[in-house]
């Protein structure tokens, strides 16, 4: 007479793996994209080792300008002058839908002269933009 | 008489282990890059660029001038200067914070200097720091 096993213990519990591939395709999925557009934005730069404040919205750019040691404006990894960059403000300003919804992140070499940082300060205060945010580095 | 089942019928198993291992490894590398790349803070002054009659709106502003003297930069606040951004620090802690704060930064300076004043005027309290680029 033969009896079933009864020993748990020993039997092998199937776990249906689906959902978890699901999730982690998802998630690599999702840093794939933001590191990709994380990449394209920001230039390599020794930004100002400041702590930057606490309380900040997480709101997006929407035209991020960065500024090299040298004075170079880079955005979107394309060098450009100041003409072509109030062409890109006008853009991103009909774009965001007016000037209050635009809150342009400027991201500066801490050795690059403030006198250019000015500039480019001016020409976005010239266009009705109040709001900026200066980019920081917090010390590792 | 018992026949094996063709070849054709059986269902075939992929083993997923692998493609898993490598999933996983993928995933971790974005995770940790992303993390890397996220160290940023920002600071967020207003803009007020200066004009003709813009100085004569404001009541008693207060200000403080971020220039270079011959080799070194300067933090002036009314007609203090302060070396450094701690004498700056403390200068700034008297002050009444309701009003506000204008950061004037002059040509010359780096813009380390430009944002260690924003940020120290943020650390002392005042909650409306205007940047005012100096012609």
Do not use: W
């Not at chain 1, 890109?88 to 919804?101: F, R, V």
């Not at chain 2, 026949?3 to 971790?28: C, H, Q, V, W």
Request: proline residues 4%.
């Amino acid at each position: 007479m033969q009896f079933r096993k009864d020993n748990s213990a020993s039997r092998s519990v199937a776990i249906d793996m689906t959902p978890m591939i699901d999730i982690v395709f998802q998630l690599l999925i999702f840093f794939l994209v933001t590191a990709q557009m994380a990449e394209r934005t920001r230039a390599d730069l020794d930004l100002p080792q400041e702590s930057g404040e606490e309380a900040m919205e997480n709101a997006l750019a929407g035209l991020t300008i960065n500024i090299e040691a040298d004075g170079s404006i880079v955005v979107d990894e394309k060098r450009i002058d100041l003409v072509a960059l109030d062409q890109l403000i006008e853009d991103a300003m009909a774009q965001a839908g007016g000037p209050d919804a635009l809150k342009p992140l400027v991201r500066a070499d801490r050795n690059c002269d403030a006198g250019r940082l000015n500039e480019i300060l001016s020409r976005l205060g010239a266009k009705g933009l109040g709001a900026i945010r200066l980019a920081t580095e917090r010390s590792r | 008489m018992r026949f094996r089942r063709s070849g054709r019928d059986r269902k075939p198993e992929l083993n997923l282990a692998s493609m898993i291992d490598a999933t996983f490894l993928l995933l971790a590398f974005f995770i940790f890059t992303t993390g890397a790349g996220l160290n940023e803070s920002k600071l967020s002054p207003n803009l007020r660029v200066q004009r003709g009659t813009d100085a004569k709106d404001d009541l008693e502003p207060q200000v403080v001038e971020v220039l270079r003297d011959g080799t070194a930069t300067i933090f002036r606040l009314g007609s203090a200067d302060h070396p450094t951004r701690e004498s700056l620090a403390s200068a700034l802690e008297v002050l009444p914070k309701e009003r506000g704060l204008f950061v004037r930064v002059y040509a010359g300076v780096d813009v380390a200097a430009a944002a260690a004043a924003i940020q120290t005027a943020r650390n002392a309290g005042f909650e409306a720091v205007t940047y005012v680029p100096a012609k």
